[in-house]
């Protein structure tokens, strides 16, 4: 949990996601899904099935080993209050964003019909009446048995019963079945019954359904769950600072940047080499000009590895669809292999993710003031000063006003 003053900017909005992750204790794997967040700019995720050993809970902050929080450092939050069942079925955080009292809640299902779970569940987050509710999960029980599940599902009659008496109870809502009424698309997939149901919600108070621009069901990559997504409008982000530019090693093992370096040097060379004032000036400028070659083809990289991933989840997502109207093998097997695909370009994004995370640790590894330095850098939004109230009265969240008052 990441905590920090509210940062008011009306005009941002903020993603929402619920997501069954079924395990975080591989680095890649870890490393993947938090790019995924990222990829998607999601500033809260509600997560579930960690799987967190106990010597890799310290990779997050204030996590509850089977279920976790996770807010993005360009949301102004204030934490008032967090705590979980100490079962990790339930872990919950109240916190303030936009002047509007919010509890968040993760919530993980018993795989069996267990009576007493969701009830369990309604009376702990009945606890804060004067916060409003977002509540994300697999609950591994569907609301409606005919809309919420394959056609050659296997029924289970009384599960409907509990998560909606849960909803009930505690008066939210199902925004994505609102704005969806008669759709049936689902979350989850199972290899061994070939059939699939919507398991995974996020549901929340009435009273915040106006505030809520979209409802997504995401396709199932990463994890045999599909990440439920909603973009609020209300929730605002801080703004994203500059990152010093470092050369990216990986490209020296790509034979065609390499060719067009060497080509476009041996091209600068003939035209500067005699002309140059200098040769400290000919060097400066032979950098700057690798510099922006280098620039140029990872820009060029990370723009087709982006069109390819959007591709391919385009494409999941319409396999997915026609597999949930009518299961077929040379579908499946076609979905297998894109997904094999797309597994394996996130992977690759990790590794360099990894690698790169590795290389600053290393480098700065005996010059600690300027770790630290950065360190204190990425805390500087902590202490950003984001409402005033000025001599007028009025509270403004204007920066250029709030520095004028002081």
């Known amino acids: 949990l990441t905590q920090n003053g509210s940062n008011l900017n009306m005009n941002n909005s903020c993603n929402v996601m619920s997501w069954n992750v079924r395990g975080l204790n591989s680095p890649v794997k870890r490393t993947k899904c938090l790019e995924f967040l990222k990829r998607k700019e999601v500033s809260i995720a509600l997560i579930q099935e960690t799987h967190l050993k106990t010597n890799d809970v310290h990779r997050f902050q204030n996590r509850f080993y089977k279920l976790a929080i996770l807010f993005s450092r360009k949301l102004g939050v204030k934490v008032e209050k967090s705590g979980n069942d100490g079962i990790g079925r339930l872990t919950y955080v109240c916190v303030t964003i936009n002047n509007t009292k919010i509890c968040l809640a993760s919530v993980y299902g018993p795989n069996t019909h267990d009576p007493n779970f969701l009830r369990t569940i309604s009376n702990s987050l009945l606890d804060f009446p004067g916060h409003q509710l977002i509540v994300g999960g697999d609950f591994n029980q569907v609301c409606d048995k005919n809309l919420d599940k394959s056609v050659n599902a296997i029924s289970t009659p009384d599960s409907p019963r509990g998560i909606n008496t849960f909803i009930s109870e505690l008066n939210v809502i199902d925004p994505w079945r609102l704005r969806n009424p008669l759709v049936q698309n689902y979350t989850f997939f199972s290899a061994r019954h070939k059939t699939y149901s919507r398991i995974d919600y996020i549901l929340t108070s009435a009273s915040l359904n106006h505030c809520i621009n979209s409802t997504d069901i995401l396709p199932i990559v990463i994890s045999d769950h599909a990440p439920v997504l909603y973009n609020f409008k209300f929730l605002p982000t801080h703004s994203k600072g500059t990152r010093r530019w470092r050369f990216n090693t990986t490209l020296l093992q790509n034979a065609d940047f390499l060719k067009k370096l060497r080509n476009n040097l041996k091209i ?139």
């Not at 060097?283 to 620039?295: Q, S, V």
């Not at 140029?296 to 669809?321: G, N, W």
């Open 268 to 406: 600068l060379l003939e035209i500067n080499l005699e002309t140059a004032a200098s040769p400290q000036i000919l060097w400066e400028t032979t950098k700057c000009f690798i510099r922006g070659e280098a620039l140029s083809f990872a820009s060029y990289l990370k723009a087709a590895r982006r069109h390819r991933v959007t591709q391919l989840e385009d494409e999941i997502r319409t396999l997915e669809s026609d597999l949930k109207q009518q299961f077929s093998e040379q579908n499946h097997s076609t979905l297998s292999a894109l997904k094999f695909e797309l597994n394996n370009l996130l992977k690759d994004k990790a590794e360099f993710i990894i690698h790169r995370t590795r290389l600053t640790y290393y480098d700065q590894s005996e010059r600690s003031s300027k770790l630290l330095a950065a360190r204190l850098k990425q805390n500087e939004s902590f202490s950003t000063i984001s409402a005033i109230q000025t001599s007028a009265g009025p509270v403004t969240y204007d920066q250029g006003e709030i520095n004028n008052t002081f």
